[in-house]
């Protein structure tokens, strides 16, 4: 008899596998298929942040606010190893946003949220603190200092996956869900390998579609249903450019059409500066940032900053679709970013779909899925609420000892280097020594791909954390993309296809492929 999963979910971006995790923790048996990599959608072309989003509060969604405020910390606590805290510096522009609406947001900001371990709100002297001097002399003279937190947004998604996997979930990728089908007493998914045209179906209870951009088309193409709710896809686009400033500190910026740009820190020797948002009609997988977008970040910050920024300074563009419920806003930027849930029943089978929703608040919108589909699923090994304590892999660690542990792995592997023994500690968190594997010497590693990236690393991110092209790997897992040049990035891909028969035994081993 063919198993039945309790749950099966389309679409491996951080909604997808955050309930895959959740569920799997749980008690259930779930499937999740994802028709490219992990996080190879919206999710890893984001700010890299975990923030309440200030500038929700004009548009009144204190509730979203709210929520997300209170994520900060829990996050944090689970995966201290791949977020961390930020603080941003809020310069007052003149004939913008008054300071004293600016001070009264952020004072909601700081007690809405129950903050407890991030700093608070303070008032900054432009002219005299050191945040200042990277701002163009003598035009902001004061400023507000708050908190938010950074995070390494596909590493996210991977690590929820992965825990899933090890909670017992089937996690396919490069697997394309065709069709959802009705049977007398579940749902037939048909899936469709999209390396080799391979198909297969799998049978479940319930069925969750987490497909962000591609969410209607789903509903509607794969399982026959007409959405009754919309998706507004929305492009969201990003720069980086060389490091701008000396600091470890962040901007926001505000514009005179009412967004705001962030500036953030980036890999110590870059500076990430985004987003832009307007409404996207096409392909998902074929956005680009334009050549206006790239034009307006850089005319943002040249705004504030003595040092000025053009487009030949861009060193890479990224865009992203953001997949957000359409609310009938007129404008993008009004556009909601909360979520909201399309319950299905046909035949009696659940079909959830969500629209919307940001990497902050993936965990409640996780435990939130999964409380409407509760009366579908098995009575739960775990209770709700459990995700928020449990560490992801690698974050059974205090938020603070990041750097202890990178002096221990030095201390056991005498061959690294400082700055390796970090990336690997922010990476990998306590599992880095399962990535040296008891590496006795830098030969060890194997081959040396570019920059500080081994042969060791890359078998390890096969094995255990879905990999399968170099793309994933160096953009997605490591991100060392912007550290390696194309002929490596090429020969990576090369050796990987040479030892394929090799690399895809401890996959299935780890729990990672059906």
Not at 147 to 169: E, H, K, M, T
Not at 291 to 319: F, G, H, M, R
């Amino acid at each position: 008899m063919d198993k039945v999963f309790d749950l099966a979910i389309i679409g491996g971006g951080i909604n997808g596998c955050g309930i895959a995790r959740d569920a799997a923790g749980r008690g259930n048996s779930v499937f999740l298929c994802e028709m490219n990599d992990l996080a190879s959608g919206t999710s890893s072309w984001s700010s890299k942040l975990i923030h309440g989003g200030l500038r929700y509060l004009e548009y009144y969604e204190f509730r979203l606010v709210r929520e997300a405020l209170l994520e900060r910390e829990v996050l944090w606590q689970i995966a201290p190893h791949i977020i961390r805290p930020l603080r941003f510096v809020l310069p007052h522009h003149a004939g913008l946003r008054p300071a004293w609406l600016l001070r009264l947001g952020l004072f909601m900001y700081d007690y809405l949220g129950g903050r407890r371990l991030l700093p608070a709100t303070r008032t900054v002297n432009l002219a005299r603190d050191p945040v200042g001097q990277p701002l163009a002399p003598g035009r902001f003279t004061k400023g507000f200092e708050y908190s938010d937190c950074f995070v390494d947004d596909a590493r996210l998604v991977v690590l929820n996956a992965r825990d899933a996997a090890d909670r017992g979930a089937v996690i396919r990728t490069r697997t394309r869900a065709i069709e959802a089908l009705r049977l007398d007493d579940c749902w037939q998914v048909v899936l469709e390998d999209t390396i080799t045209g391979f198909q297969s179906s799998i049978k479940a209870r319930a069925l969750v579609n987490a497909g962000g951009p591609w969410v209607e088309d789903v509903l509607s193409r794969r399982a026959g249903i007409n959405a009754k709710a919309k998706v507004r896809l929305v492009q969201g686009s990003h720069i980086v450019v060389p490091r701008l400033y000396d600091h470890d500190h962040a901007y926001t910026f505000q514009n005179s059409d009412g967004r705001v740009v962030f500036v953030i820190p980036f890999q110590n020797d870059f500076t990430l500066i985004g987003t832009t948002d307007r409404d996207y009609d096409g392909d998902p997988s074929k956005v680009k940032a334009s050549a206006e977008e790239i034009a307006y970040l850089c005319q943002s910050v040249n705004d504030y900053l003595a040092k000025q920024v053009t487009p030949a300074d861009v060193v890479w563009a990224y865009a992203g679709v953001r997949p957000l419920y359409d609310d009938g806003a007129s404008e993008a930027k009004a556009a909601t970013r909360d979520y909201v849930f399309e319950f299905d029943a046909p035949g009696g089978l659940p079909l959830l779909s969500i629209f919307g929703g940001k990497i902050t608040t993936y965990r409640r919108l996780s435990e939130e899925a999964l409380e409407r589909l509760e009366q579908y699923l098995p009575s739960k090994a775990k209770p709700a609420g459990w995700t928020a304590t449990a560490p992801l892999p690698g974050g059974d660690l205090d938020v603070s000892a990041i750097p202890a542990l990178a002096d221990e792995l030095i201390r056991d592997n005498s061959f690294l280097s400082r700055s390796l023994a970090l990336r690997l500690a922010h990476a990998y968190g306590t599992r880095a020594s399962k990535v040296l594997d008891k590496a006795s010497s830098a030969a060890d590693l194997g081959q040396l791909f570019g920059d500080t990236l081994t042969e060791r690393e890359v078998r390890y991110l096969i094995a255990h954390e879905f990999a399968r092209t170099a793309e994933d790997i160096v953009w997605r897992r490591s991100k060392l993309g912007l550290r390696l040049s194309a002929d490596e990035v090429k020969a990576l891909d090369d050796w990987i296809a040479t030892h394929r028969g090799g690399l895809d035994r401890p996959l299935k081993e780890a729990g990672g492929r059906a």
